[in-house]
């Protein structure tokens, strides 16, 4: 099954790095704005079981992503199994969902940036309110070279989900749980027109 080998880190703007990974020759892969769903049954049983079922959508279509539960860490790096497919309707499979008693427990958008390099994926995240995310995956012997190249602090990687980023958030500005939506407008970083590749 195919393994999902990531990290994130925090940063206050994402401009720098968007320069840093223009001036290294990366490969820009697009910009899109997402909408996310997690999504569980009764009793948030997939939850408890370290499972995530996530619908994405990206304007053209969603993905389905089911991601297992966290393996062993000792690598320093979140690693899960993960499944990816297309769906055609977002709107459809939440229904179908539903009529299978899986629901929405929490809803998020962002906006992300990819690009490549050193044969990882580079993710420029923006999320309401918690701000700015790089998230980095690829073989966990490429991860530290990808992320010094751009000027970031492996030893400052965070691998913590952004449910608990929220979460922590909210609890720490004492705000009841919500979903994590932009108010309105595309965020404060998005380069130009949205596209997804």
């Given at each position: 099954m195919p393994l999902e080998i990531e990290t994130k880190f925090k940063v206050l703007r994402l401009d720098p790095f968007r320069r840093r990974l223009e001036a290294l020759g990366a490969d820009f892969a697009g910009t899109v704005r997402e909408k996310n769903?997690?999504?569980?049954?009764?009793?948030?049983?997939?939850?408890?079981?370290?499972?995530?079922?996530?619908?994405?959508?990206?304007?053209?279509?969603?993905?389905?992503?089911?991601?297992?539960?966290?393996?062993?860490?000792?690598?320093?790096?979140?690693?899960?199994?993960?499944?990816?497919c297309r769906v055609d309707s977002v709107p459809a499979f939440l229904l179908q969902m539903e009529m299978l008693e899986y629901w929405p427990i929490w809803i998020y958008e962002k906006i992300r940036e990819s690009w490549k390099w050193r044969d990882c994926s580079v993710e420029l995240d923006e999320f309401p309110e918690i701000g700015f995310f790089i998230e980095i995956e690829g073989d966990p012997g490429r991860i530290p070279a990808a992320a010094l190249d751009l000027g970031l602090d492996p030893e400052s990687r965070i691998n913590e989900t952004y449910f608990n980023i929220w979460v922590k958030y909210l609890d720490e500005s004492r705000q009841p749980f919500r979903d994590m939506v932009f108010a309105g407008g595309e965020g404060k970083n998005l380069p130009g027109k949205a596209e997804a590749e």
């Amino acid at each position: 099954m195919p393994l999902e080998i990531e990290t994130k880190f925090k940063v206050l703007r994402l401009d720098p790095f968007r320069r840093r990974l223009e001036a290294l020759g990366a490969d820009f892969a697009g910009t899109v704005r997402e909408k996310n769903w997690i999504l569980d049954g009764d009793k948030d049983w997939l939850r408890r079981r370290g499972v995530l079922f996530r619908l994405r959508d990206v304007g053209n279509g969603g993905v389905l992503t089911v991601k297992g539960p966290p393996k062993d860490e000792r690598s320093g790096f979140k690693t899960r199994e993960e499944i990816n497919c297309r769906v055609d309707s977002v709107p459809a499979f939440l229904l179908q969902m539903e009529m299978l008693e899986y629901w929405p427990i929490w809803i998020y958008e962002k906006i992300r940036e990819s690009w490549k390099w050193r044969d990882c994926s580079v993710e420029l995240d923006e999320f309401p309110e918690i701000g700015f995310f790089i998230e980095i995956e690829g073989d966990p012997g490429r991860i530290p070279a990808a992320a010094l190249d751009l000027g970031l602090d492996p030893e400052s990687r965070i691998n913590e989900t952004y449910f608990n980023i929220w979460v922590k958030y909210l609890d720490e500005s004492r705000q009841p749980f919500r979903d994590m939506v932009f108010a309105g407008g595309e965020g404060k970083n998005l380069p130009g027109k949205a596209e997804a590749e």
